[in-house]
Each structure stands twice: as structure tokens, then as C-alpha cells.
């Protein structure tokens, strides 16, 4: 674990597997996330020595909090601002959620740098339903309670089934912020941000690399109606629903979307 500083904030970020590896790979949180989110995801990738980069965006749960408003581009000039640090020339994208969106807007700014993305439950633009879920959220926020913040929002982004076999480990998530007042208003700062600049469907035309396309069927935050659109915006796209999963891929199927992306980004680095 490490911090890296630009434009003035510390961002914390985080490298494992083979530090010298040319094979890297960077994966993006989703909003309410950490570096810790990909566990089960990374250790593919650190047994066939890949470098592997990930961090916390500004206003995330280990970086600085800003006053807001940021901007997409604020989270991709940090992202590569970190790359350029690390040395990396050419790498993997790999985001869920709000990371899949700025995996996007640097795939379309930097076409040069990235070798293919991966977008998992992710949007480009948004819809009265989503927009009232984010309202909702910020609301939470105000409440300065982490515990009843994270138990007003589990139930838009985990399924049912996910939320009865995981309780006692989610109270414990729960708990753990109950009292992070921090924690929240860096939230909040980031659900303006995704309101304020997440729409970029007209954009998307620009990215040129390999993209893959992930949406949990069951996701009703953010659901497959979205990823068709993405896939269908980029040119070169490929586009999987995970069955019977909700808006957390990365948690409620690790292996199914292990197997989809590792063959994916094996295909576009060795092809």
C-alpha cells in the first residue's frame, strides 16, 4: 500500500503480482468501494505474475476528499497521473459501476494507453429511476449514520439471496462505517459527481480498444438496458449477462465473472 499525490490530494493505491511485469492490469472500484472490493478477482491475475494497480479514487475510503464538484475527467487525470508515476505505458481496464464509467471516459481520452476494458454494471447515461436511487442515497448521506446509509442502500445493489447469505458479514461492513462521517461526505461528493457528469453514450464512438460488456441479470440499479446501450455504442464490444446476480458482480459471482474477463484480457494481450 502506497500513496501517490497529484494536484495536491493523496491518492491511495495499492500494487500486487510482479511489479516489473510488462502484463498490467488496473482495476477500478465501484462508488461505495475500496482497493479491497477485488479480492477475488486479482489473485488469477498475481499467479501468472501480471502487474496489477489498483486504487482509491479522490473522495473514496483511503484517498483525500476534495470539496467537490469533481468530474469524470478529474478521475481519469488521477488514474493516469498514477500510470505515468508507475511507469505504464499499455494497460487492462478493468471497472465495476462508477469505475466501469471511468474506464470509459479514460478509454476515450486515452485511447493510446489502454489494450482493452472490461465495464461491469455500469452506465452511460441515466433515467428517472436511477437518478431517484442516487437522490435517495444522498439523503443518507445527511444523515451522518454510516450504519443506516449502508442499510438503506443494500438493497439496490445486492440480490435478495446475496443479502440472506451474507448478513452477519454485511452487518459488520454496516458497523464499520457507522461512525465515518468522512466516509460519507466524500459519498456524497461522488453520487454529484455521477448525476452531474456520468452521460457520455455520445462519446463512446471514441474508444477504440476491445471492450467487454458485464451486467448481473437481476441488477436494478443499473440494469442490462444500460449495458446494451454501451455495448451497442462501442464499436468493437462484446456483451454478457450473468444470470440469477445482482448490481455487485464482483461479489455475488466471483468465478463466473473471473472466467469471462480472464479469457477476455488473455485474448487481447496474446492475440
Avoid at 438503506?152 to 461512525?179: F, T, V, W
Wanted: aromatic fraction near 10%; glycine fraction near 8%.
Amino acid at each position: 500500500m502506497a500513496v501517490f499525490q497529484t494536484a495536491g490530494i493523496n491518492i491511495h493505491y495499492e500494487v500486487k503480482g510482479n511489479p516489473d511485469s510488462v502484463h498490467c492490469i488496473a482495476f477500478l472500484n465501484g462508488v461505495m468501494a475500496s482497493t479491497g472490493s477485488w479480492s477475488l478477482l486479482t489473485p488469477v491475475f498475481e499467479s501468472m505474475g501480471w502487474r496489477i494497480i489498483l486504487h482509491d479514487f479522490r473522495g473514496q475510503l483511503q484517498s483525500d476528499k476534495p470539496t467537490g464538484p469533481y468530474t469524470f475527467e478529474n478521475h481519469v487525470d488521477d488514474a493516469k497521473a498514477l500510470f505515468d508515476h508507475l511507469g505504464v505505458k499499455r494497460i487492462h481496464l478493468v471497472g465495476t459501476s462508477y469505475g466501469g464509467e471511468v474506464a470509459m471516459k479514460f478509454a476515450a481520452l486515452n485511447p493510446e494507453m489502454v489494450k482493452s476494458i472490461t465495464v461491469i454494471d455500469s452506465v452511460s447515461e441515466l433515467d428517472a429511476v436511477v437518478e431517484g436511487f442516487v437522490r435517495g442515497w444522498k439523503f443518507l448521506c445527511d444523515s451522518g449514520d454510516g450504519e443506516a446509509f449502508f442499510w438503506g442502500i443494500a438493497p439496490s445493489i445486492y440480490s435478495p439471496e446475496y443479502l440472506a447469505k451474507n448478513h452477519d458479514m454485511l452487518s459488520q461492513r454496516a458497523k464499520a462505517i457507522k461512525d465515518n462521517k468522512a466516509y460519507l461526505e466524500g459519498q456524497k461528493i461522488l453520487y454529484e459527481t455521477f448525476e452531474d457528469d456520468v452521460t457520455i453514450t455520445d462519446k463512446l464512438h471514441l474508444i477504440k480498444c476491445p471492450a467487454l460488456v458485464i451486467c448481473g441479470e437481476n441488477d436494478i440499479l443499473k440494469p442490462p438496458k444500460f449495458s446494451k446501450i454501451i455495448a451497442g455504442n462501442i464499436p468493437d464490444s462484446e456483451y454478457i449477462i450473468i444470470p440469477d446476480c445482482g448490481h455487485v458482480t464482483i461479489f455475488e459471482k466471483p468465478k463466473e465473472l473471473e472466467t469471462a474477463v480472464l479469457g477476455f484480457v488473455l485474448k487481447h494481450e496474446f492475440p
